[in-house]
């Protein structure tokens, strides 16, 4: 791929700082732009058509519904950096971090946001924590490379919302957990904190966590309600992933409820969100112990001495079984069609 052009206009970038900034762009990303194009960022997906949202010559502001060429090979999403010309993308930038999970057809892996600084793991603990979605999301979340950090929502509806942070803290070792309530206003604060200048952020979680209701709290925003509510068939509010813009500076992507079943599990983020039975692995005997009862097994020997809890070994046991599925799902269709497979890999499979 040649790229010859390192020269957008810097007078026009300075024009244009403001813009960019509101939009999570940070001094130290650099971006190679022709002189004559336009920089923007996707806010939101339709199909066909991208809403972007760019600055023209004279500094301003401007909305655009944009076309791309079906030459460009990838799926645009929100929070690409795209390069524009007369209102057509003629580029993406390159995505220096993306949320990922397979394709709901169950074979290909779907980019769900790019250019993340900070993944919320938003879960609700109204009716009690659901560890299992909690590991699981953390495991899409440190596989994108973005920042995780756990929202606990709906405290005002929980009676042991402190017991229940302590327990997220033991799920996901190492990350900072927060205690929300969009009604009272429990939690809010230290969120926002959280998403300053340059930080752009998703919302990870299933579907009801108040992922929406989380924005609304912290932009205290009448038309967003509205707009949540109009969509909100039933319980799924949010259809589309868009991404808004904070009075806090940051730039927040609200997206859809996820669901349990669909998400991926990528080794590394394995490997991160299980780092203590990783650690314990080192110490094994044999330097591939599968740690399913081979012989002096140190994780083995960890939980029969009370060091690891079984649940969680049970918990690494299912997530290990079922990504090692969707490797050999991955290099049996590979064999198939190799085409299809270099597309669709972002990272190539672990043996
Ligand atoms: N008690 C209580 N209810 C909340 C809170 N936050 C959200 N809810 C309620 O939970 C329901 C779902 O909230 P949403 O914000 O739409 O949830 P969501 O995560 O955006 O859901 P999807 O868009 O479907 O993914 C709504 O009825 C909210 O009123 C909270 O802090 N406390
Ligand atoms: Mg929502
Ligand atoms: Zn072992």
Redesign the pocket.
């Known amino acids: 791929m040649t790229d010859r052009t390192a020269n957008f206009d810097p007078s026009r970038l300075a024009r244009c700082d403001d813009v960019y900034r509101s939009l999570g762009l940070t001094r130290d990303v650099s971006f190679n732009v022709d002189a004559d194009y336009e920089l923007g960022r996707v806010t939101i997906v339709h199909g066909a058509r991208v809403e972007v949202i760019a600055c023209d010559g004279a500094g301003r502001e401007v909305q655009l519904l944009c076309t791309f060429p079906s030459e460009i090979n990838l799926r645009i999403v929100t929070g690409d950096w795209v390069v524009l010309k007369d209102d057509h993308v003629t580029r993406v930038l390159p995505r220096r971090s993306t949320l990922r999970r397979p394709d709901p057809n169950g074979k290909d892996v779907q980019i769900l946001a790019s250019n993340l600084d900070l993944v919320l793991l938003v879960v609700p603990i109204d009716r009690g924590l659901n560890i299992r979605m909690l590991e699981r999301i953390a495991v899409m979340a440190f596989d994108s490379g973005a920042r995780p950090v756990i929202i606990l929502t709906k405290s005002d509806e929980a009676d042991n919302a402190q017991e229940l942070s302590v327990v997220a803290h033991v799920v996901v070792p190492g990350i900072e957990v927060l205690t929300t309530s969009s009604r009272s206003g429990v939690g809010i604060e230290p969120l926002r904190a959280q998403l300053s200048e340059g930080v752009t952020a998703v919302m990870l979680g299933p579907s009801g966590a108040g992922k929406t209701s989380l924005l609304n709290a912290l932009e205290g925003r009448d038309e967003l309600t509205l707009r949540v509510s109009r969509g909100g068939e039933g319980r799924h509010a949010t259809s589309t992933r868009r991404l808004y813009r904070l009075a806090s500076g940051g730039v927040l992507l609200d997206i859809p409820g996820i669901r349990l079943v669909d998400l991926l599990v990528g080794q590394d983020g394995v490997e991160e969100a299980f780092a203590d039975i990783e650690a314990l692995?080192a110490q094994?005997r044999f330097r591939d112990?599968?740690?399913l009862g081979?012989l002096g097994?140190?994780?083995?020997q960890a939980i029969d001495n009370g060091e690891l809890s079984s649940q969680r070994y049970e918990s690494w046991k299912i997530l290990q079984s079922e990504r090692s599925h969707q490797d050999r799902r991955r290099s049996a269709e590979s064999l198939t069609s190799p085409e299809r497979a270099r597309k669709r890999t972002p990272k190539p499979p672990t043996p």
């Open positions: 692995g094994c112990c599968s740690h081979d097994c140190a994780v083995q």
